[in-house]
């Protein structure tokens, strides 16, 4: 137990990095500058995921395709164009038949926007994967109601809170914000404290909802 | 209700895996016989607000379409501008009726991301409250779906049973329903002087009424006609749907991920996954009343071999985890509840996503009542057993 705790250990420097004795190592001192540096030699780092799966579909779509395994989850990172092949053959040839999650992050720096993620989960494997893929701003990507219907609902938030289109959706609307609303609260541009003041003048009679 | 209404019910039998949810109104317009009703927002069966779009022939459902969102609150929006620990309470809010499991699964996807364990005594406490959570959570359940069904007395029973659960919580740790219990790497408090004695006394104290709750349900003629046959849904439908939790189990798949991927300290105990066969209103009834039992017999295990130890395991006082992300669900009394949290490696979350097993599992309702009357969709929408808290988010 004790043994286990201490891997954290490494964790607080960041916070106490002024002792002049750690002023040796070149990487400390630009610890607290930037912290993604630091966080590599510190934090596990994601190692290359290898299993007969990951080799068989990287001998079938090569550098499309990549595996990894970061704090011992198992997840591919795959070019868009692959995405509606890869989950159906995940689910037809893998039996990862338990769509758990689809949702998506926002990096507004990068070029390709965001990450879409689908977890996935195999009942007779006991086991799960993540599939990620990048797509840019305004780009749509296909629908995976068709392999696994309860992606409806899922892909429906993920167009809520981020805007983005499912090509293929039976019924792509809002599912938690009303339908005139404007914006993806999600987006990392979308403020804590913004909304539609429009939508809530005319809907609910009063200046703000805040 | 010819022909037409037997071709629905047939329909709805055989309809393939791959067209499910898929078929599109074969016509804009209603036929003279059917008709477009709203249930809720404000309504008394719904279990908070949720609105039910009925498009019926007579009496009969054709189709259904929830429209939800009345209870957002933007609580993935709100994680991206809080610290963890300052997060950790707004998970309470979402499934207030079972607060101590949003709290355990935080904590642990947390704590998995800063690559730290709690310690083995504040493992053996969450389960212990985890699991009291479990039956507080079914014991509300069952009150309200029989309420929701025209039973009123199993109501007082299992409330007047929940308050004992409730006075433990709010011994232990000041509040009663949105206890925000656990913290990252272990628990802030320490059990109480006599804690022990107290969960032993509520565990012989519950048994029996567990029992009472079934001599007034299990084989009354009223519950039978109610439930019996009601809502069904086969296990291929339900894993196609992404239905979790008991009502997945009640279509005969044994799968809880209490054993399956064990988390906390479940792997130290003894206890079953009971199942159903037929996937209907009645077996997830009677999966849930197997499920409060097999709680007790986890908390008589726990309480009885719970170690001595520190309840905190080391985590820096500023929680920065690492760049990175991860994914860690659990066993929630309503079916996998998880966190997908990714970190820039500052003191807020980058990205906190909740996967909430009400939101997926409350997708399969239209599924379950199609061909049914609408008295029967009070009944599915209590046996699926959401709180809104939690679907909205």
Not at chain 1, 174 to 197: A, E, S, V
Not at chain 2, 73 to 97: C, H, L, Q, S, W
Not at chain 2, 271 to 295: C, H, K, W
Request: with cysteine; charged share 25%.
């Amino acid at each position: 137990m004790a043994e286990d705790v201490k891997t954290p250990a490494p964790a607080p420097p960041p916070e106490g990095e002024k002792p002049t004795a750690e002023k040796t190592a070149a990487a400390a001192p630009a610890a607290p500058v930037k912290p993604a540096a630091a966080a590599k030699p510190e934090g596990p780092v994601p190692v290359p995921w290898s299993s007969p799966l990951v080799e068989k579909y990287r001998s079938q779509y090569g550098s499309g395709l990549d595996a990894q395994t970061y704090l011992g989850q198992n997840y591919f990172s795959v070019d868009r164009s692959l995405i509606p092949d890869i989950l159906r053959l995940l689910r037809d040839d893998e039996q990862f038949d338990y769509c758990v999650d689809i949702t998506a992050v926002h990096y507004p720096k990068r070029e390709k926007q965001f990450d879409v993620i689908w977890i996935l989960y195999s009942f007779s494997r006991n086991e799960r994967v993540r599939v990620k893929t990048q797509i840019a701003d305004g780009a749509s990507i296909p629908s995976s109601v068709l392999i696994w219907p309860t992606a409806n609902w899922l892909e429906r938030e993920v167009y809520d809170m981020f805007g983005i289109t499912f090509d293929g959706h039976p019924d792509l609307k809002r599912i938690l914000l009303p339908d005139g609303w404007k914006g993806h609260p999600l987006r990392k541009d979308y403020g804590i404290l913004q909304q539609d003041q429009e939508w809530v003048q005319i809907n609910l009679g009063i200046e703000s909802g805040q | 209700m010819s022909s037409h209404t037997n071709d629905t019910t047939n329909d709805v039998s055989s309809r393939a895996l791959s067209n499910l949810d898929l078929e599109t109104p074969a016509k804009p317009y209603l036929d003279s016989n059917e008709l477009i009703i709203n249930m809720g927002p404000q309504h008394p069966a719904t279990h908070g607000v949720l609105r039910v779009i009925l498009k019926l022939d007579g009496e009969k459902v054709l189709g259904t379409e929830c429209v939800i969102g009345y209870l957002h609150r933007g609580v993935e929006k709100i994680a991206e501008n809080r610290t963890y620990a300052m997060f950790n309470p707004y998970i309470d809010r979402m499934d207030y009726v079972a607060a101590v499991s949003n709290g355990l699964g935080y904590c642990e996807a947390v704590e998995k991301l800063l690559n730290v364990e709690a310690p083995r005594r504040a493992k053996y406490i969450r389960v212990i409250l985890t699991e009291l959570n479990r039956i507080a959570s079914h014991q509300l359940w069952l009150g309200t779906h029989a309420l929701d069904i025209g039973a009123m007395t199993p109501l007082f029973y299992t409330f007047r049973d929940r308050e004992e659960i409730l006075k433990i919580f709010e011994k232990y740790c000041g509040a009663r329903l949105t206890t925000h219990a656990f913290r990252i790497g272990g628990c802030q408090y320490e059990t109480y002087a006599g804690f022990e004695k107290e969960v032993k006394h509520f565990l012989t104290y519950v048994a029996p009424k567990i029992d009472e709750y079934e001599a007034l349900l299990t084989t009354n003629r009223i519950w039978l006609e109610r439930t019996k046959n009601v809502g069904m849904i086969s296990a291929a439908d339900a894993i196609a749907l992404g239905v979790t939790g008991p009502v997945l189990r009640a279509s005969g798949v044994q799968w809880d991920l209490r054993k399956a991927q064990p988390y906390a300290a479940y792997s130290e105990f003894d206890f079953e996954i009971p199942t159903g066969e037929n996937g209907d209103t009645y077996d997830r009834y009677l999966v849930r009343m197997a499920e409060m039992r097999q709680s007790l017999r986890i908390i008589e295990q726990a309480v009885n071999r719970i170690p001595e130890g520190p309840i905190m395991a080391k985590v820096p006082k500023v929680i920065k985890p690492p760049v990175g992300e991860i994914y860690h669900s659990i066993e929630a009394p309503k079916g996998e509840l998880g966190y997908f949290i990714v970190s820039d490696g500052s003191t807020q979350p980058y990205r906190v996503r909740v996967r909430p097993p009400s939101f997926v599992n409350l997708q399969a309702l239209d599924r379950m009542v199609r061909g049914l009357l609408v008295a029967d969709v009070i009944a599915v929408i209590g046996t699926i057993d959401i709180v809104l808290g939690e679907v909205d988010r």
